[in-house]
């Protein structure tokens, strides 16, 4: 588990950037190397100040999720040392994997409230429980600060197993410092040293070819390699070819010309084939275009011939219409020239008096006009048809 101070006393700026910010740049990289070391390995983060001890997160390998709960961290209140190393040692007793070895960091970059006598009875605790205690001072260091936490790390130790890092302000980063120490590398371990080995050539770049140690990272050493290979080949061909060009250039314009005129030729051979295709065009669209006139002559014919239809079409319904304008008139005279039914149709009308003297010179003048007309009709020899 890692402690970290989140107190008032993190607002200071005599760590680059801040006290707060080199602490959490400092626990990114422990936790990173704590997890690479070893697949088993969890880490837990827990801040001891605000409004009381928080955890963070319980230990877990997954690196993502102590980096994410790094975020947003609150600053505020006074940092709770005892408090803080007792739920560490709490959360480490619940821990699925019973073999792991349990250990506490702790940073502490505010002055202590505790005496001496009280941090000494937590360390026993701790040594009773088989909890190792990593202690990174920094920051403030009055009120015997530095004394108690030697105290601490007194009451703890067991066969070394605990540490004590005192790191003063100045231009150096926290993370760096820690690099080089026991809280980073741990008790010997390969793992560890591996995982502080090539941290610490990633944080100071390395005398390595690309800044990669092979011996960290064979396949990405191997991959720039070859790509630093490919690219001075593509250099020195480019640069041959230049070479090439200018010693052209020197001998003389003479290979231009051949080559231009070799261009020539070849623009002709490859316009005569578009000459050509030209005349086919052409020749095509004078075809079409005498079939559209003889299309044009044939249409007249067509037309001239419904025109005559159509007059003999006009004359025929004529002579229809005539016949049986005769035959209606010839019917209308019959029935004028029966007295009885006009008289009883002149009766039937409102207002009328069959027996006016007027209505009956009417009904005897009616015979005579339809005699006269059916003579007219059959006068009139019938037409024939042409």
């Given at each position: ?378 006068e009139e020899p019938p037409k024939e048809d042409k």
């Amino acid at each position: 588990m890692i402690c970290i101070d989140n107190s008032e006393w993190m607002r200071n700026g005599d760590y680059s950037p801040s006290r707060l910010q080199a602490q959490a740049d400092a626990v990114n990289l422990i936790c990173g190397a704590k997890t690479q070391s070893n697949p088993e390995n969890t880490v837990g983060i827990l801040t001891m100040a605000g409004k009381g001890v928080r955890v963070l997160a319980t230990p877990t390998s997954d690196l993502g999720k102590i980096l994410h709960c790094m975020h947003g961290l609150e600053i505020g209140g006074e940092s709770n040392l005892a408090a803080g190393i007792q739920v560490a040692q709490l959360a480490l007793k619940h821990r699925q994997n019973k073999n792991q070895q349990q250990r506490i960091i702790v940073f502490v970059g505010s002055p202590i409230k505790y005496d001496k006598k009280a941090l000494e009875t937590i360390g026993k605790k701790l040594k009773k429980n088989s909890v190792a205690l990593d202690i990174v001072d920094f920051g403030e260091d009055d009120d015997g600060k530095p004394e108690k936490l030697e105290a601490l790390l007194a009451a703890v130790n067991n066969n070394d197993r605990s540490h004590i890092v005192h790191v003063p302000p100045g231009p150096n980063v926290l993370s760096d410092v820690l690099i080089s120490t026991p809280v980073f590398t741990g008790d010997g371990e390969g793992g560890s040293g591996f995982a502080a080995a090539a941290a610490a050539a990633a944080a100071a770049g390395g005398d390595f070819d690309f800044g990669v140690d092979p011996n960290l990272d064979p396949e990405l050493a191997l991959a720039l390699r070859v790509s630093m290979e490919e690219e001075r080949a593509r250099q020195e061909a480019a640069a041959k070819r230049a070479a090439e060009e200018a010693a052209r250039q020197e001998k003389g314009e003479a290979p231009q010309s051949s080559s231009q005129d070799a261009t020539v030729n070849a623009s002709k051979k490859v316009a005569d084939p578009m000459d050509e295709d030209d005349a086919l065009l052409k020749e095509a669209l004078a075809m079409s275009m005498d079939v559209a006139g003889s299309d044009s002559s044939h249409g007249d014919a067509e037309m001239s011939e419904a025109n005559t239809e159509d007059q003999e079409l006009a004359l025929a319904l004529q002579m229809s219409m005539q016949d049986s304008a005769n035959g209606s008139q010839s019917d209308i005279g019959r029935v004028l020239g029966d007295q009885s039914f006009m008289t009883s149709i002149l009766s039937s009308l409102p207002g009328v008096d069959p027996n006016d003297p007027q209505v009956k010179d009417l009904l005897a003048s009616l015979p005579d006009q339809s005699e006269s007309q059916e003579k007219k009709n059959e006068e009139e020899p019938p037409k024939e048809d042409k």
